[in-house]
């Protein structure tokens, strides 16, 4: 028997995390100011890249002592610069809930073959932050985006530290509050929170970071791409735009529409408040529905971001090709597409819900969810 479908249907099925949805207004008739077939180098370029910079600085809340860079390889070459600059000065310990965390370790481990003190958690789960020690330098993600587990606050860090925080913050930028008082690097990418293009990274260093730069020579070689210093001093050109390597104006271009567009909606608490509003409705379809949970067990740890989701139903007896065959259906009917859970992730679902997608279409979306799981249910019963 046919199961009913919902009336409604999301206004954009654009669920992804990452890249993410684009602001509610984008257009592409509104990056026509984009000085396309120009050098980046012209006055016209670093314009627009030093908007770009002191953009993030407003909205985000940066204290002005931070440097702010715009690097190439999104938030991966943000964090592997970090790490390949300022890692083996002192001791390094490494936090993993997710596959990112857990990609960090293998380069800091294999690649850079450092004797690390490693962490880790299962998905769904969380490091015990007590049992940091922060006479090392510390490597961890924010917010686990492929387990929607993040950390609550920056209580666990110490003010006095003695070693380094680096933050991959990819998937909390412009939706939790990030302590910049406890964050040494803090690495993002445009292409998640604001919805922008993918390759482009950003590097945030403290003065403490900027001082390890400084005083401090990694024993591997650099490639260019990679180089923050010369000569023993910062680079400081990287922080005003003068980019390591060439740019897209036009993914520059699209970057500041959605920084126009986050001050229109409040700013760095609109963001977040609208964030939350998209976590609620779906924290209020799981509380109604017993067949599915978050991934993340403790709430305190969820995100609000990248919300991962498991199917619980008894019945379900092959629950990778049960989550995949719900996310089919889906992306099938257009009312969401890309939530099935990533691929190293346990089997199931993931929203994006920052600030770029609407709460009515979050809303819309659930009683979808559910058409799909009880049509998938009732195949695998028709089929047994």
């Known amino acids: ?136 330098d510390v490597v961890f993600t924010w917010n686990g985006t492929t387990s929607g587990v993040r950390v609550p606050n920056g209580d666990w860090i110490p003010s006095d530290r003695e070693g380094l925080t680096i933050c991959d913050a990819t998937s909390a930028a412009f939706a939790q509050h990030l302590p910049w008082d406890k964050l040494d690097v803090t690495t993002f990418s445009w292409q998640k929170v604001l919805g922008g293009e993918a390759a482009h990274g950003m590097i945030i260093l403290s003065p403490r970071a900027v001082e390890r730069l400084e005083s401090y020579t990694p024993a591997w070689p650099l490639p260019k791409i990679f180089r923050l210093t010369k000569g023993g001093k910062l680079i400081d050109g990287i922080f005003q735009g003068a980019t390591i390597n060439t740019p897209s104006m036009l993914a520059v271009e699209d970057y500041l529409l959605a920084l126009d567009w986050a001050r229109s909606v409040g700013g760095m608490e609109g963001l977040r408040e609208r964030a939350y509003a998209n976590l609620a409705a779906v924290q209020s ?80 979306l659930m009683p979808w969810i559910k058409w799909a799981f009880e049509a998938e249910i009732a195949a695998q019963t028709e089929a047994a």
């Open 285 to 364: 379809f799981v509380q109604d529905n017993p067949w599915i949970a978050f991934l993340a067990e403790q709430p305190e740890y969820r995100s609000n971001t990248s919300v991962c989701l498991k199917f619980t139903d008894e019945r379900i007896q092959d629950g990778a090709a049960f989550a995949k065959a719900v996310a089919k259906r889906l992306e099938n009917e257009g009312v969401a597409y890309d939530i099935g859970a990533y691929r190293d992730a346990p089997p199931g679902l993931r929203i994006w819900c920052g600030g770029t997608v609407e709460a009515a279409d979050v809303a819309a």
């Open 1 to 136: 028997m046919a199961i009913a479908q919902p009336a409604s249907r999301p206004a954009n099925p654009r669920f992804s995390s990452g890249p993410c949805a684009k602001p509610p207004v984008f257009d592409l008739s509104k990056l026509s100011g984009a000085p396309l077939g120009r050098s980046h180098r012209a006055a016209v370029g670093k314009e627009k890249l030093k908007a770009a910079i002191e953009g993030t600085r407003e909205i985000l809340n940066i204290p002005a002592g931070y440097k702010i860079g715009i690097v190439p390889a999104s938030d991966t070459g943000a964090v592997e610069m970090a790490m390949w600059n300022l890692l083996g000065a002192r001791g390094t310990e490494m936090l993993a809930w997710e596959s990112f965390g857990s990609g960090w370790v293998t380069d800091v481990v294999k690649q850079l073959k450092l004797d690390a003190t490693v962490k880790t958690a299962d998905y769904g789960q969380i490091v015990d932050l007590g049992s940091v020690d922060f006479t090392n």
